[in-house]
């Protein structure tokens, strides 16, 4: 079983402090739902975790083992995925970047063969998610932080997606942070909900 954790983890600007003093833990067979009020800190522990802050106090480890270098096994799922992608790079290249998912998986997402050629401008909202997912599930991923990744997506879509996400991370043992301001999002899918205001000082 892997185990990720944070201890005593703060971080702020200055005298303005957004976590002081949190601690959380969580294994690889869990679904965590993670509730925070908007500016509550959410997104910057999403960082934290994932290694895009590392100006921070305290510690975050996978099975004891802190991130020095290289493929991070606590992958971040972004609420904008046309951010975080190559506007210039064609999709099977944008996937391929991290890996390249077997059938199984693309059918479980929905990925159609002809999307590989299309620029990311051209693909819609929920389709550009299914390949940030995707990238994200690379066979090295420990754990997923998926932050705010449904918000702007219709219902319909929303419900697709959780269902792929969950059903390939199980079969991989990933274990999945749910972030979110939805207690009704968290409920439906997560095993447990942990508030922000009750890890933090």
């Given at each position: ?21 949190l601690n959380f833990e969580m294994n ?79 059918n479980e997402f929905g990925i159609k ?88 000082d």
């Amino acid at each position: 079983m892997d185990v990720m954790k944070a201890e005593k983890v703060s971080f702020g600007y200055g005298s303005h402090k957004i976590l002081q003093n949190l601690n959380f833990e969580m294994n690889n067979n869990q679904v965590i739902g993670l509730f925070g009020d908007s500016g509550s800190g959410k997104s910057t522990l999403c960082k934290i975790l994932t290694g895009f802050i590392t100006d921070y106090e305290g510690e975050v480890t996978v099975n004891g083992q802190k991130h020095n270098g290289g493929y991070n096994p606590i992958q971040l799922i972004y609420q904008h995925p046309e951010k975080v992608m190559n506007p210039r790079w064609k999709m099977k290249d944008v996937l391929e970047e991290s890996w390249m998912p077997d059938e199984k998986i693309l059918n479980e997402f929905g990925i159609k063969k002809e999307w590989f050629k299309r620029y990311p401008s051209e693909l819609s909202g929920g389709e550009l998610q299914r390949f940030s997912i995707l990238r994200a599930l690379n066979p090295k991923t420990k754990f997923i932080i998926a932050d705010e990744i449904s918000t702007m997506l219709d219902a319909v879509t929303q419900v697709q997606i959780w269902e792929s996400l969950l059903t390939v991370a199980r079969e991989n043992n990933v274990g999945v942070l749910l972030v979110s301001h939805d207690k009704r999002l968290i409920n439906r899918i997560s095993d447990e909900m942990v508030y922000l205001s009750d890890i933090t000082d």
